[in-house]
């Protein structure tokens, strides 16, 4: 990975020694060192290789070009990359735009050209690399080196080198005293000359109002009502400031130095605490071994207790039948006796034999002849859970109740429930085990089978196939008993794939101008803002509107291309006021409460501010100017930003049923997620024209049941995903007719669930 501040490193060789005869003048001092904020210490050759290796085609970085990510590659590898007018960054896949002039108009990265130069000259001095005499060019065995010139030479143009009245001064270096390394001596590559990309001149100049060198002809054309001068005079200036910039490096490094200290010193610390568990755990499994045991016999004895109380309340009972079987028996001997006795006997034993039926009788009625304990006692062995890896149930599971899960039910979805089983004291089972099948009974009498499927704690979860809509029962059963929340009633509700034509159009009469955002408040009330006529548009629950308030200007009040709208939890509305950069507070009916930003760069402040949410008291806006999404309290006061960075066309925010902020990019052509506190959480959606793909979208919306509604601008329709970010319905296509879009922008779901659409170049909302 070459980014464009590159590490620079040191070619040092010795000579002296072998010459004692001859000084070298001080001239060569300013060849001993290179000043650069960015030199790396004892680098070799193989770190310096691979640092100056192009990503893609692993060789020495040839002309090599920055993309504006700051990443190089080198001219011919970018070439090979273009498609169309765009280039994919190997790197961090960010997009890039191929200039008008070809790749070739770049940045040139001139550290690694700088860089590159070095290894080269190092590879050549110490003789890994064939060296030729750069002056001449022939095959004469080079004997110098001139560092002024950066030169090596054959004897015959080490001659005129010395002769020349231009070089005189040069310390010209015999090669074989450089390569024996008896002095240290720093050698640089002298600096390639720069060229204008326009007039292919020389840059001596540089221009500090477009911060850029520049050649004589672009200081009198593009520049010659800015500030610039030759590059010596500049130099020291910039450096200067440079060195302020640059100025906190040495403490950064202090503390990632000390940072690395820490971190490796956890690392030791975390490799001793790992041993130190190792032992407690091998503690912890002997105890629990032992733990085992005894949790064995306790077990053993609770169920020796359970049977203990049961068999005692069943004796007890069985006592109450056995006495009341011998009394019937005893009044059937009477009765016998009475039937084989004299009249006069009967007659005399009448009076007795009624009273002792009618005591049998009455003692019969009272007694309970169901056995007052089950033999439901069961014996779960955990599949998961430690160090609990059993659990004794009294009782039957009768108790046991079924609570929504996931997947909302709608026709041809696959809905999930859970069913959490209790005992009969109803408390909640820890452990699975049991048998629990789930019956689906459809209006149409047809009945299926669900899927169940165990959890291992004691729950259940349980899905099936919506495959018509409807109210359809699910029947419980665990160890073959219903349950007694069973059978439960679900309703499947129609899929957004049955959305056909609208039930309503909305044009206030032909005099609706271009609708731009929608939002709704409490009772039904929603909101329009009309961009080009600089309005608000109040409608009630039953679509009658009921005021209009706002004029162009920008005093309090009045409002300029207004876009998103929102309601906060007092009916209080707020309206993004884009044409003058703030955001506006209004009530119900219209009247100014305040206001808060003005336009410009810094916190707090907008840049064409476009869609607008309030979620608990925070007001989300999207700043598409400066792309990203500042939070301010109801009364204006900023919270924090959200997005920047990340996100590069903001058009529009909402809240989605997890309670992550959402943000439609209309530059991205996606729906970005973050949590409310500015967490980054991924993005859905990608840019095309096919089913799924979004082009230029505007505004989005969530429902109740958590899908994503997003206003498809440019492909003029509404695409739907799920809370996954999986596309699963669109609708609309281009057009005027009833249905159809042109643009559609902003988007708001009603209380009754109605999806309303700012239809904005057919000056109309349409209600599905």
């Known amino acids: 990975m070459i980014y464009g501040f590159c590490t620079l490193f040191r070619i040092n060789f010795s000579f002296a020694s072998v010459l004692p005869q001859k000084s070298y003048p001080k001239q060569l001092s300013h060849h001993l060192s290179i000043h650069n904020i960015f030199t790396m210490a004892a680098m070799d050759v193989k770190k310096a290789t691979d640092s100056l290796t192009c990503p893609v085609c692993y060789q020495i970085f040839k002309n090599p070009k920055y993309l504006p990510c700051h990443h190089s590659y080198c001219e011919k590898c970018l070439e090979k990359m273009q498609v169309q007018s765009k280039i994919i960054c190997p790197e961090c896949r960010r997009e890039a735009t191929v200039p008008a002039g070809g790749v070739k108009d770049f940045d040139n990265n001139f550290l690694i050209n700088r860089l590159v130069d070095e290894l080269i000259l190092k590879h050549k001095v110490e003789g890994e690399t064939e060296v030729k005499c750069d002056e001449c060019m022939e095959e004469d065995p080079v004997e110098t080196f001139c560092p002024d010139c950066t030169m090596f030479l054959c004897h015959v143009c080490n001659e005129c080198h010395k002769r020349s009245n231009r070089y005189q001064g040069h310390a010209i270096v015999p090669l074989v005293d450089l390569r024996s390394k008896k002095e240290d001596i720093s050698v640089q590559p002298k600096p390639k000359v720069m060229l204008c990309k326009e007039h292919d001149n020389e840059l001596k100049y540089y221009c500090e109002t477009c911060e850029e060198l520049v050649c004589l002809y672009c200081t009198v054309k593009e520049h010659n009502r800015h500030n610039h001068d030759t590059v010596k005079k500049m130099a020291n200036k910039q450096r200067s400031e440079l060195k302020d910039i640059t100025g906190p490096v040495e403490g950064i490094i202090k503390d990632l130095s000390e940072a690395h200290d820490k971190i490796t010193d956890m690392g030791d610390k975390i490799r001793q605490q790992a041993g130190e568990v190792d032992k407690k755990i091998d503690e912890h499994y002997d105890?629990?071994?032992?733990?085992?045991?005894?949790?064995?016999?306790?077990?053993?004895?609770?169920?020796?207790?359970?049977?203990?109380?049961?068999?005692?309340?069943?004796?007890?009972?069985?006592?109450?039948?056995?006495?009341?079987?011998?009394?019937?028996?005893?009044?059937?001997?009477?009765?016998?006796?009475?039937?084989?006795?004299?009249?006069?006997?009967?007659?005399?034993?009448?009076?007795?034999?009624?009273?002792?039926?009618?005591?049998?009788?009455?003692?019969?009625?009272?007694?309970?002849?169901?056995?007052?304990?089950?033999?439901?006692?069961?014996?779960?062995?955990?599949?998961?859970?430690?160090?609990?890896?059993?659990?004794?149930?009294?009782?039957?599971?009768?108790?046991?109740?079924?609570?929504?899960?996931?997947?909302?039910?709608?026709?041809?979805?696959?809905?999930?429930?859970?069913?959490?089983?209790?005992?009969?004291?109803?408390?909640?089972?820890?452990?699975?085990?049991?048998?629990?099948?789930?019956?689906?009974?459809?209006?149409?009498?047809?009945?299926?089978?669900?899927?169940?499927?165990?959890?291992?704690?004691?729950?259940?979860?349980?899905?099936?196939?919506?495959?018509?809509?409807?109210?359809?029962?699910?029947?419980?059963?665990?160890?073959?008993?219903?349950?007694?929340?069973?059978?439960?009633?679900?309703?499947?509700?129609?899929?957004?794939?049955?959305?056909?034509?609208?039930?309503?159009?909305?044009?206030?009469?032909?005099?609706?101008?271009?609708?731009?955002?929608?939002?709704?408040?409490?009772?039904?009330?929603?909101?329009?803002?009309?961009?080009?006529?600089?309005?608000?548009?109040?409608?009630?629950?039953?679509?009658?509107?009921?005021?209009?308030?706002?004029?162009?200007?920008?005093?309090?009040?009045?409002?300029?291309?207004?876009?998103?709208?929102?309601?906060?939890?007092?009916?209080?509305?707020?309206?993004?006021?884009?044409?003058?950069?703030?955001?506006?507070?209004?009530?119900?009916?219209?009247?100014?409460?305040?206001?808060?930003?003005?336009?410009?760069?810094?916190?707090?402040?907008?840049?064409?501010?476009?869609?607008?949410?309030?979620?608990?008291?925070?007001?989300?806006?999207?700043?598409?100017?400066?792309?990203c999404i500042p939070v301010f309290k109801t009364n204006g006061e900023l919270c924090l930003t959200i997005g920047s960075g990340q996100v590069d066309g903001p058009y529009d925010v909402a809240i989605s049923s997890s309670n992550h902020l959402l943000v439609v990019d209309y530059i991205h052509s996606c729906v970005y997620t973050f949590t409310l506190d500015g967490g980054y959480v991924g993005k859905f959606g990608t840019k095309g024209t096919a089913r799924g793909e979004l082009y230029h979208p505007y505004g989005l919306t969530v429902d109740i049941n958590g899908f994503t509604l997003v206003a498809d601008s440019d492909n003029h329709r509404v695409s739907i995903f799920d809370q996954n970010g999986t596309s699963i319905h669109c609708f609309g296509s281009e057009g005027k007719q009833e249905g159809q879009f042109i643009h559609p922008f902003g988007i708001a779901i009603s209380p009754n669930g109605s999806i309303y659409i700012c239809d904005y170049n057919n000056f109309r909302i349409q209600i599905f």
């Open 287 to 627: 105890k629990l071994f032992e733990k085992l045991k005894k949790q064995k016999e306790e077990v053993k004895q609770r169920l020796g207790e359970i049977v203990q109380q049961k068999e005692k309340k069943m004796a007890a009972q069985l006592e109450e039948v056995e006495s009341t079987q011998a009394q019937a028996r005893s009044m059937k001997e009477v009765d016998d006796a009475v039937k084989e006795s004299s009249d006069e006997e009967a007659l005399s034993a009448k009076k007795q034999v009624i009273n002792q039926m009618k005591e049998l009788t009455e003692k019969y009625k009272r007694l309970d002849t169901t056995p007052v304990e089950s033999n439901n006692i069961k014996f779960y062995s955990s599949k998961v859970q430690l160090p609990q890896f059993s659990q004794l149930i009294d009782g039957d599971l009768s108790n046991s109740e079924i609570l929504y899960s996931s997947g909302f039910p709608r026709e041809g979805g696959q809905p999930q429930f859970k069913i959490i089983t209790k005992d009969i004291k109803g408390h909640s089972c820890s452990l699975g085990g049991s048998h629990v099948s789930v019956q689906v009974k459809w209006s149409t009498g047809e009945v299926t089978t669900a899927q169940v499927r165990d959890n291992d704690d004691g729950s259940y979860t349980t899905s099936f196939v919506a495959k018509q809509a409807g109210e359809v029962e699910l029947l419980v059963s665990i160890e073959g008993e219903q349950i007694k929340a069973s059978p439960y009633t679900v309703v499947i509700h129609k899929p957004y794939t049955a959305i056909d034509q609208p039930s309503k159009v909305i044009s206030n009469n032909g005099q609706m101008g271009k609708p731009w955002g929608i939002a709704f408040g409490r009772d039904g009330m929603w909101a329009v803002a009309d961009w080009n006529k600089h309005c608000i548009y109040v409608f009630d629950s039953e679509d009658q509107l009921i005021r209009q308030f706002g004029c162009k200007g920008s005093n309090p009040g009045q409002i300029s291309g207004p876009r998103g709208v929102a309601f906060d939890g007092d009916n209080y509305l707020y309206v993004a006021d884009s044409g003058n950069h703030r955001i506006q507070k209004f009530d119900i009916n219209g009247n100014y409460l305040l206001q808060f930003g003005v336009k410009g760069k810094s916190d707090g402040q907008f840049d064409a501010v476009y869609g607008i949410t309030v979620y608990h008291d925070r007001v989300y806006v999207a700043d598409y100017g400066n792309q």
